[in-house]
Structures are given as structure tokens and as C-alpha cells.
């Protein structure tokens, strides 16, 4: 027979969520005086994840090293947003594997002639030879800066 | 109509996402504690290194061939594997995941599949770098052998058809083409035909599939057995497997390890067995069932000179039970008995055995709370907290505290960076 048990809540371990963030609409609970007008949207607060990644199964993250980038508002130490499902095109900032390493340049894809550029006077274009292939990793699509 | 996708040798395909310099260069993956070869890149097979083969009798080949091994970096293949299985489950209504790297698909109702499942196949590969290929039959068992047909016209060019390479669909083809693959693959290769009857049915002059399925299903049946036969309807067309959406609850839970350096004494030993049987214990807890008995196993090294010793037993639980102080009580009850000094014992494992239900308890006569309620709560306090702060942060005295370093602990030389969880890991790029 099942009789009703008495429980002490103090003496449970709290259940820790650690799982996705829940998103509750935010009612305003009391009904006493005027009704909130936001009542009637459903509120979900911004979440930077959804405006940064727009395909979370192509996209990466990587930290800048090197200063050639600084126009483009790139800088050392700098996080960037990679998406992979984005097609390299001309005048996009991409990550390309140039002798076995990552590098972050502009691509120049112009009548024929592939380059990767720099965004800062003080360096120089990577210039591609015929025959030789570029092999763009993913397309730049925002900079992340830490204060 | 199935499809069966799965990521070619996947462990070494996620390190080259992320090592350009490892593309056409002869790779493996290690078992932990870098003992043995998990994954071969197609460079590496070409220079003969079996799956499983001890790295000791491949290492010359760093030095002639320029092979690199690798320590595994699971935090990367798991996350690199939902990615992929994410985008795989696009090609159709229903997916299995059958492993970390591969997974079946439902194909109920679905309309051009080929073309379909090579778009798939497409975009897994831009979208994540990871190269796939992709079988598709009337059965699992037919999905299957067409994605090793699938992988075969891919990296051995003149075995099958060009034009089967990367994506197999054989319910395309017609009969005649379809005969032909069956005369030239062999019985091994089927799903569910594994060394041992391979060998038996070679010995009856049935070497090909089609060798195979000429036989006569009642005489399979009785001569090998049920799931043989089915097996053989399978590769006739009828479905008899289904696709199981949820995994079903394992029945064993084992941890096992080889420990970074041989070891003598029997306080590392308990060390060792602590922690495997708290980590099962967890696992345990979180599929909701009952371990009713656990095996202890510790054995030095075939690999190495000296006295070998190999000794394993299995010691009861009470009262079937999933909290880690019951288990771990009949754990180490059980290593003091097989244990003997003077070995140098490379590798020891816990597995956790008859699994039953947690809701299943046999009655007793329990006036007011058991000790076992009191010991469910608990364990459900350290589940949260080794969740929530970290794997470790509460564990038993007895898996060893300090900063002392454990000398059993994994030996993970060449792990490469957990370059897609950990912030402070993500891959460099160059300006």
C-alpha cells in the first residue's frame, strides 16, 4: 500500500539544468491592474549564436594571428565565425590551407587570376601560379573582438 | 528502401579537417595509450598496417615511410560525428545511428534517391570536410553491402563499376547487374557474416554472395542458425531488420584500459578499478538499469617478455544495483582475489553484467527508507555535480587524490587540440 510520504525538500539534492537555455515567454504574471501590451507577443530574447551561425554544421571558429588583416577590421588575436557551407567568392574574406597552414585573406578571383589579398599596404598578395590550387577551407562571415 | 552512409576512415578524416599538412600523408589513430592502430587513412593501409596491428611493429615505419600516428581525440570525432549524422538524416524520414560513423536511413516514400543521396553526400563533404559513401537497398543488410561496394569502386579502382563509386543504390539496377556483383563479392563482406562463418561456409565451397544465396534458407537454418538465416532473406529483399530510431539499453557496460606504463602494485590496481567502476556506474545511471554482477579482469602483455598473468572473475551484487558503492565494493572484493604481485600487468577492466530495469525491484519487507533509497539520492547528487563542474570533482577515496600523477593514467602523447569544444583549442589561421 502506497500511503502519502512526507518530504523534506532541503534534504534533496537540487537538480542543476545544464542542458540548451529555456526560453519562457515573459508574461507579466499579475492580473490585478492594467495588462501588459507586450502580452501579446511571445518574447524570445536575442541569442548571438542564431545571428552568428547561420549552419551550425558547417561552422567553425578560429583565432587570428598576424596583423594582416587589420583594414578589414581583423585583428591578432581576433575570433572569426567560418562557414563552410558558404561559396567562396570573389572579394570574400576566407580561410585558405597554403603549405599545410590556415590563412586569413581576402580572395581576389578576377578574369582568370586567383590571389589572396592582405588588407594592410604593408603586406604582400599571395599569387597563384597556373596549375597551381587554391584550396579554400570556409568563408569569414564575422569577427568576434574581446575587450 | 534503406540507405547506409557512413564517414570513410573517419577518425583520420576529422584530424585532416583540421591538418591540411596530413592530406596524402600515410596516417593512423592509436588506441588510447597509443597501443594498437583504430584508423588507417588509405595511405597508411597501402603500406600494409592491419586494423588493430601494435603500434611497436609499425613504428619503423615513421622513420622509412613518413607515417604519423595520432593519439585519439574523441571530444573531435563526437563532435564532428553529429555534424555529420545531423546532415545525414536529411536524406530521409527515419535514421539510426549505428556508430560514430555510420547510420542507417529510412527511405519510406522518398523520390529520386540516388541523385538525392549524392547531394548528401556532397554537402556532408563541403560542409564539414568529412568524405562519406552511401549504400542503398531494399534491406540493412543489402544498404550495407552496398556501401562496401560503394567504398571498394572508390579506393580500388577495377574492383566494381566506376560508376558505383561513392554512392551504390543496387534496388537501380537491373538484374543482371546485380547478379554480377553478387558473383564477384565475397560471403565475407556481408553484414552479420562475420570471420568464423566466412570460414565454415567457405569450407561448404560457398565462397560469394551469390554462392550464398543459391543456398536453401531451411538448411542454413539448421545447419547455422536462425539469424543467418535471416540474413539470407535479407539479401533476397526482405526486410527483417527494422531501423531502432532510440538505441536500445546496453546490456553490458564495460571500462577497460591499458595503462600508460606497466603496473606492479596493488594500490595503483585499486586506483584503476575505482575509477573504471565509478565512470560504468554513471553510465548505468544514466540508462536507468541494474547491474545484478560485475567482472573484474587485470593480465599483463602478450607484446612483452617476462611472467605473463591473466586472471578475471565475477563477483554477484546482492541486490541488483546501479549506486557506485555496491558495485564497487564486489569490484575491488574481486581484484583482491585475482590479484598477485611480481607481474607486470598492462591492462585491467571492469564490465557490469546482467542488466536489469532500475524500476524493477524485488520485493522486500522495508519499513520506512532503505539504505538504498538514502544511496540513490546521493548518487544522483555526484551524477549532477561531476556534470556540472566536471568529471571527477566528487569520486571515491579510494581512485586516488593528490597531485601525485597516477601511473595507470592515459598516455595520450600525440592528441591533437579539441579544436570544435574547447575555446582556448580552436585551430590558428594566419594573416
Partial sequence: MNLPMLVLKYSQPVPVQVGEPVYIPLYSGVRAGFPSPAD??????IDLSDELIKHPEATFLMRIKGHSMTMAGIDDGDIVVVDKAVKPEHGKI?????????????????????????????????????????????????????? | MFALIDGNNFYCSCERIFQPRLQKVPLVVLSNNDGCAIARSEEAKALGIKMGQPWFQIKHLEQSAG?????????????????????????GDKQEI????????????????????????????????IPTCIGIGHTKTLAKLANHIAKDADRKPGSYPSRLAQVCNLA????????????????GEVWGIGGQISQQLKQARINTVKDFMQCNPATIRKRFSVTLERTWRELHG????????????????????????????????????????????????????????????????????????????????????SDTKSLLNAALRGLKKIYKPGFDLTKAGIVLMDLTNAQTRQAELDFGETESDSNERLMHAIDEINDRFGRGTIMYGSAGVGSEKKVWTMNQQRRTPSYTTTLGEIPTALT
Fill in chain 1, 94 to 147: 576566407v580561410i585558405a590551407c597554403v603549405d599545410g597552414e590556415f590563412v586569413c585573406k581576402r580572395l581576389y578571383l578576377l578574369d582568370g587570376e586567383t590571389r589572396l589579398q592582405p588588407a594592410n599596404p604593408d603586406y604582400k598578395d599571395i599569387v597563384f601560379k597556373d596549375g597551381q590550387i587554391l584550396e579554400v577551407w570556409g568563408v569569414v562571415t564575422s569577427c568576434i573582438k574581446q575587450f
Fill in chain 2, 67 to 91: 607515417l604519423v600516428s595520432l593519439s585519439p581525440n574523441f571530444p573531435l570525432y563526437g563532435d564532428m560525428s553529429l555534424r555529420m549524422m545531423r546532415l545525414a538524416s536529411e536524406l
Fill in chain 2, 172 to 187: 537501380e539496377l537491373n538484374e543482371r547487374q546485380r547478379q554480377f556483383l553478387f558473383e564477384t563479392t565475397d560471403v
Fill in chain 1, 40 to 45: 501579446d507577443f511571445l518574447l524570445k530574447r
Fill in chain 2, 98 to 129: 549505428y556508430s560514430i560513423d555510420e547510420c542507417f536511413i529510412g527511405l519510406q516514400g522518398i523520390s529520386n534517391v540516388t541523385h538525392r543521396a549524392s547531394e548528401i553526400r556532397a554537402r556532408i563533404l563541403q560542409w564539414t570536410g
Fill in chain 2, 238 to 321: 526482405q526486410s527483417c531488420i527494422a531501423l531502432e530510431e532510440i538505441p536500445s539499453p546496453r546490456k553490458e557496460i564495460a571500462h577497460t584500459r591499458t595503462f600508460g606504463q606497466p603496473v606492479r602494485n596493488l594500490a595503483p590496481l585499486i586506483e584503476a578499478v575505482t575509477e573504471f567502476t565509478s565512470r560504468a556506474a554513471e553510465k548505468l545511471r544514466k540508462q536507468q538499469s541494474k547491474a545484478s554482477s560485475i567482472l573484474v579482469f587485470i593480465h599483463t602483455s602478450k607484446h612483452r617478455s617476462g611472467p605473463q598473468y591473466a586472471r578475471s572473475i565475477t563477483i554477484p551484487v546482492v541486490r541488483p544495483a
